[in-house]
Nanobody, 119 residues
Framework: QVQLVESGGGLVQAGGSLRLSCAASGSVFRINSMGWYRQAPGKQRELVATITKGGNTNYADSVKGRFTISRDNAKNTVYLQMNSLKPEDTAVYYC?????????????WGQGTQVTVSS
């Protein structure tokens, strides 16, 4: 099993920055890609950004140029630096870790951290 613990959420004004962290523990050797998803009230969970163990990244169009995902493999930790935040970035942000085998399907999830951007 893999456990994920997120931190770094909070309340920030529009235009501000936040940095999220997600530390993985347990069977971390099974992890290939890690990433961040978010879910706003009344909306489906959506991809924010992902990063493979080799460092390949993928971003949602809505965050390109503003958010940066990075990963410290030695610490089994993934980060999301969020700059130029907008009120529409308000959501619960979830860390995700997918294994090489994709078991469980969709990967492991953290408990979520709230990000609120005020206008």
């Amino acid at each position: 099993q893999v456990q994920l613990v997120e931190s770094g959420g909070g309340l920030v004004q529009a235009g501000g920055s936040l940095r999220l962290s997600c530390a993985a523990s347990g069977s971390v050797f099974r992890i290939n890609s890690m990433g961040w998803y978010r879910q706003a009230p009344g909306k489906q969970r959506e991809l924010v950004a992902t990063i493979t163990k080799g460092g390949n990244t993928n971003y949602a169009d809505s965050v390109k140029g503003r958010f940066t995902i990075s990963r410290d493999n030695a610490k089994n930790t993934v980060y999301l630096q969020m700059n130029s935040l907008k009120p529409e970035d308000t959501a619960v942000y979830y860390c995700n870790a997918r294994t090489y085998s994709n078991i469980p399907a969709g990967g492991h999830w953290g408990q979520g951290t709230q990000v609120t951007v005020s206008s």
